[in-house]
Structure formats: structure tokens, C-alpha cells
């Protein structure tokens, strides 16, 4: 993408949030275009069965969309917006998470929805979206930021979704706190077994309680 298409992307979608009346549609050459390319984007994606693939294809064609997410963002209205949402859940599935969740900070302090096809809200989709990317991680032995999780907790904890999905939140990030803060681990663990009797969790709840338990100093003075 040319310099000149860059800044025309990111200055129409700054122009379109900043200008748009509140709760209606974009209007605007620029987002159409967008709407257009994203299009032909997803007809490639429905082409690709592997979701390795599919990941790698968004990873390819992220960066045609940072101009628009940019501009979007400094617009600062919070109007509804297709191209914005779908792009975040495709930084999710490229790894992009930071990228990602700069757009969640943004489109749940506004009340942003996803796309029609998606029947989840978007806290649901982001929280349970970072939680199962932190499990697949976990499941092949691969580190995840901690930070990830405990920023999309944040965003997310004021925000209505099934307990199940913010209980497997706070399972992945409780696990990877284990080794470090295991009194911060159990809060997370015990809080994830409130929310979700199933989440998994009973074991590592006992085996983190007897690592405290172990790593106790003894008594002082000792026995008399």
C-alpha cells in the first residue's frame, strides 16, 4: 500500500467517526472501499479449510488495514463500524493481541457490536477468544504473556458475558501465575471454580495449596 492510500485511509476514517451522527451508519467512499476489500478478503479465507491457513492469510493482509483501524481510532466517536471489529478478531486469530486489544479498549468503552454474523457480544468474543488462544499455547508447551490476559480481563470485567467463558479466563491466567505468584494464583483459580464448577481446576487449586503449604517457613523458636 502507497503512502498517499495510507494517510487517504487513515484520514477518512478518522473523518468518518469524528463527523458521523451518533448510533447511525458510515457513509462514506472510503469505508465502502473497505467494505469491499474486506469482501473479497473473507471470500479468500472461506477458500482455506486450515485454520493455520486462515491465520496466516489474515497475518498477510492485516497491514492493507492498519491505516483505516488508525484513523478510526483517533476519530473517537465511537461509531458502529464492520471493518473495525472484524479486524480485531482476525488480530486475535493472526496472534496480534496487543494490536487487538488496543481496538477492544476502544469498542467497549463505546458500546461498539460485531458484525451481524456473530451472535456473541464483544466482550465475549474477546475475552473467550484470548482465553482459548492462552489454552492452545498452554497445550503445546508455548509461553503467553500474562499481560494479555490480565489487560483483557480488565477491559472486559464490567461487562456482561456467560460465566463459563470469564471463569476460562481466569483459569489460564491463574495457571500461568502459578510458579510466580501463587497467592495471586489462587485467587484467580478459586474465583474461575465460583464461576464454573467444570472449568477445570480442582487439582491445580490442591497441588499450588501444598506448594504454599511446603514453602512455609518453620515455627519460630522451634519445639520446647
Known amino acids: 500500500m502507497s503512502h498517499a492510500r495510507a494517510h487517504f485511509l487513515r484520514a ?5 467517526s469524528a463527523l458521523a451522527v451518533e448510533d447511525g451508519p458510515i457513509h ?40 483505516w483501524v488508525e484513523g478510526a481510532l483517533e476519530g473517537g466517536r465511537g461509531q458502529p463500524d464492520d471493518v473495525l471489529m472484524t479486524v480485531m478478531t482476525w488480530r486475535i486469530d493472526a496472534g496480534d493481541y496487543s494490536g487487538a486489544l488496543d481496538i477492544a479498549e476502544y469498542a467497549l468503552a463505546h458500546g461498539l457490536p460485531l458484525p451481524d454474523q456473530f451472535s456473541r457480544t464483544t466482550a465475549t ?10 489454552k492452545r499455547a498452554r497445550d503445546g508447551q508455548q509461553p503467553f504473556d500474562l499481560h494479555t490476559l490480565t489487560y483483557a480481563a480488565e477491559l472486559t470485567d464490567k461487562h456482561d458475558m456467560p460465566d463459563q ?7 489460564e491466567a491463574g495457571l500461568i501465575l502459578a510458579e510466580q505468584a501463587p497467592a495471586a494464583a489462587l485467587e484467580h483459580l478459586r474465583r ?5 464448577n467444570r472449568v477445570g481446576v480442582k487439582k491445580d487449586i ?17 519445639q520446647a
Do not use: F, H
Open 125 to 134: 468474543v474477546v475475552a473467550e477468544e484470548i482465553a482459548d488462544a492462552a
Open 12 to 16: 477518512s476514517a478518522a473523518r468518518a
Open 165 to 171: 467463558v470469564r471463569a476460562k479466563l481466569l483459569k
Open 192 to 196: 474461575a471454580q465460583q464461576l464454573d
Open 206 to 222: 490442591e497441588r499450588i495449596e501444598r506448594a504454599i503449604k511446603n514453602s512455609a517457613p518453620p515455627p519460630a523458636g522451634g
Open 28 to 67: 462514506c467512499t472510503a469505508y465502502e472501499l473497505m467494505l469491499v476489500k474486506l469482501a473479497e478478503d473473507k471470500r479468500r479465507l472461506k477458500q482455506i479449510q486450515s485454520m493455520e491457513g486462515k491465520a496466516a492469510v489474515k497475518r498477510e493482509v492485516l497491514p492493507d488495514y492498519a491505516p
